[in-house]
């Protein structure tokens, strides 16, 4: 059995405080995705750092 250490992939740049909207400041995850982050699969971790962060991100210019 491999049992390589694989980090959690994670959008945290350690700014961690939640706006007026309830998104973080830093990663601009809501409080729940923050809370679900561990217990996400892999393909939802994903698809929220690939799609829906870049969004909020250009949404916030």
Known sequence: ???QF???LSPCIG???L???G???GCLRSGDEIARWVA???NERRRLMDDVLPQREAARR
């Open 1 to 3: 059995m491999n049992s």
């Open 6 to 8: 694989v980090p959690i």
């Open 15 to 17: 700014i961690c405080r």
């Open 19 to 21: 706006d007026a909207g």
């Open 23 to 25: 998104y973080c400041e």
């Open 40 to 42: 996400m699969g892999e």
